[in-house]
């Protein structure tokens, strides 16, 4: 069954019927299917999405955070936990219980603020090779969710990290990114931002 048929099978948002975006994440996603073991969803809502991840990484264990108690979506290999995203010490308090995790995607407040305090906490603590995915990015053109913080230009000042910002010489490196970080001075997110894809509304970025 493709992703997208569980998306539709559990009524999640993601699905082809609204947002779409299971179609890139299964472009992402299904080469990982089996090795997947620890996957972290910030926003629960309904909990469709959470049951839609158990049942395709057939081997992880998903995390739900949520600023509301919603542990009636507890399972076998489904959690729950309190969890205020714009909180870096309650987020923190999450890798006392999983030191790790394969994939993280951010779901929840949809806020530019809370979206960059989520990202610059987590993603450090993603495993290398990991992947971290911001949704609905739209909302970074809406002041309804952004009037301090636009995630939007963070993510355009990602892709100046994925070049390294113009620190490496073609003449010498020709753009191995893996062999330039062990070369040159450069910045965490310099040095560890792989690669990002983006479609509408959706973000995936690699971590090296």
């Known amino acids: 069954m493709s992703l997208d048929e569980l998306g539709l099978k559990y009524q999640t948002d993601k699905a082809s019927t609204c947002h779409n975006y299971l179609q890139y994440y299964e472009m992402f996603f299904s080469p990982l299917k089996d090795k997947v073991k620890n996957l972290l969803e910030i926003g629960v809502w309904e909990g469709a999405s959470l049951k839609m991840w158990k049942e395709y990484f057939v081997n992880a264990d998903v995390v739900g955070i949520d600023i509301e108690d919603k542990k009636q979506f507890n399972s076998e290999r489904i959690r729950t936990i309190i969890c205020d995203q714009s909180s870096h010490s309650q987020l923190m308090n999450l890798f006392d219980l999983h030191p790790s995790f394969d994939i993280i995607i951010d779901d929840g407040s949809h806020i530019g603020e809370h979206q960059l305090i989520s990202f610059n906490t987590l993603f450090p603590l993603l495993k290398s090779g990991g992947l971290y995915c911001i949704e609905d990015v739209l909302c970074g053109y809406d002041s309804r969710w952004n009037e301090k913080v636009k995630i939007i230009d963070r993510i355009k000042d990602m892709v100046g990290e994925v070049q390294m910002n113009g620190k490496i010489p073609n003449s010498f490196i020709c753009a191995n990114k893996q062999e ?29």
């Open 180 to 208: 330039a970080v062990k070369k040159y001075d450069a910045t965490y997110f310099e040095k560890n931002i792989e690669w990002i894809f983006t479609s509408c509304g959706l973000v995936i970025i690699k971590k090296m």
